[in-house]
């Protein structure tokens, strides 16, 4: 059977990064998709290296006697994803910081797939009643969703819609969502990173597909020109693919679509983007989830999106970041050496930049050297990819980019008649 699904995949830089830090796996009965974080191409690396891990598994889920030995070598085969990341910056300091979501597949006889969920890339089942999320994200404003604190509209623009509180990468383990999904004949199921759905409605990811179901690569690739259509702001990568064949034709799946949208002004829309998928197909049979067991790490903030916290929020996410001190205050202690190369510009409370050292949590860095740079003077998107984003780095990294922000606003103040402040080094 598998050798006959029709699939397709596609992925591309969008229109905003430089980079392009997603990573595809499309070899069928085995789909993946891993969205990487870190900046400087660590989060390309961190996506990679984790399918490259993946993969190398997949064939004990496919092979597995039953549903339930394949959930568990689901979550293996993750786990070791995530020990690989884990392993490559303890190894290299300079991968510090990189981390990366996965959401694989691996379709199994007669409609059986088997998922694994770590962070904010989906899996949609599609179908003619519209598209059903199959996976939750682990991110800040989906976990407010679920909690009721916000609904599904006030979630799609939320300042905090690409922080994350769960990726391979960041601890040496990570709870799993692993579980088996059925899906019927002609369903498609479509896995992605967040840069589509950022720009593409769960209706239009379902009329798409639909529409250009005897074309799967046209299908990816009209996805992907939506989503550059409509500003492309992060790398989009996408996979579809149908794990039964329709039972009716194509021409009739087709004309039951547009009737559907000719009669109803759209398709049900059966899961709002941030809220757990609802119960109108089969649900998850085997959940392996063990999030009660695990301390909740440091929420990632994709380090070039342009938003970041509220004062407020900050300092909620400080108190949760407590919970990860437990767990960073572990890593610590194996990655002492890690610890004394890591360096970070950061936004004193005084509004000044300055350089610490050691990591972003909570209170695990010390100030290593302060400037006259008010923050508030940058440029905002120097501001958020240099100082807001956190990027560990190396110590004379650290120092080059500060005195290179110096210089571009000497530059612009000398522009003005001013001169700046001088950086000057901390006491
Ligand atoms: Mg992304």
């Known amino acids: 059977m598998s050798a006959t699904m029709p699939f397709a995949s596609r992925t591309d830089v969008g229109r905003r990064r430089e980079h392009n830090e997603d990573a595809l796996l499309a070899e069928s009965p085995v789909f993946a998709v891993a969205d990487g974080v870190g900046g400087s191409a660590k989060g390309e690396v961190a996506s990679r290296t984790s399918l490259d891990t993946f993969r190398t598994r997949a064939q ?16 293996r085969a993750v786990l070791a994803a995530n020990s690989a990341v884990h392993e490559a910056q303890l190894r290299d300091h300079t991968l510090g910081g990189m981390a990366t979501t996965i959401t694989a597949t691996v379709v199994r006889d007669g409609g059986e797939v088997i998922v694994g969920h770590v962070g904010d890339s989906r899996l949609y089942v599609l179908s003619a009643a519209g598209a059903r999320m199959a996976t939750e994200d682990h991110s800040v404003v989906a976990e407010l969703v679920r909690s009721g604190k916000l609904d599904a509209a006030e979630a799609a623009h939320h300042p905090q819609r690409n922080v994350i509180t769960r990726a391979l990468g960041p601890n040496d383990d990570v709870s799993v969502d692993a579980f088996v999904l059925h899906v019927g004949p002609g369903d498609w199921l479509l896995a992605c990173s967040d840069g589509l759905t950022e720009h593409v409605d769960d209706h239009e990811l379902a009329t798409t597909v639909l529409e250009h179901a005897r074309t799967p690569d046209r299908a990816v690739e009209r996805l992907v020109e939506m989503a550059n259509e409509r500003g492309g702001s992060d790398n989009i990568s996408v996979v579809i693919v149908q794990p039964v064949p329709s039972d009716v034709s194509g021409e009739l799946s087709i004309e039951a679509l547009h009737a559907a949208a000719a009669t109803t002004s759209q398709l049900p829309r059966v899961a709002p983007s941030d809220a757990p998928a609802e119960s109108s197909g089969p649900l998850p049979a085997v959940t392996s989830d063990t999030t009660d067991e695990l301390p909740e790490m440091e929420p990632i903030q994709h380090p070039e999106d342009g938003d970041f916290a509220h004062p407020h929020e900050a300092r909620r996410r400080a108190v949760r970041a407590v919970v990860a001190v437990l767990v960073v205050l572990a890593a610590a202690a194996i990655g002492g050496f890690v610890w004394s190369q890591s360096y970070f510009l950061v936004e004193r409370e005084d509004g000044r930049v300055g350089i610490n050292r050691g990591f972003p949590f909570a209170r695990l860095a010390t100030p290593h050297r302060s400037s006259g740079i ?54």
């Open 374 to 427: 008010a923050a508030h003077e940058l440029e905002p998107s120097d501001r958020e990819r240099l100082v807001d984003s956190h990027r560990i780095m190396g110590r004379e990294d650290a120092e080059r980019v500060l005195e290179g922000l110096r210089e571009q606003l000497e530059t612009d103040l000398q522009a003005d008649g001013e001169g700046p402040d001088d950086v000057a080094p901390s006491p």
């Open 60 to 75: 004990e889920i496919a092979g597995a006697r039953s549903s339930g030995d394949a959930v568990a070598a689901m979550e």
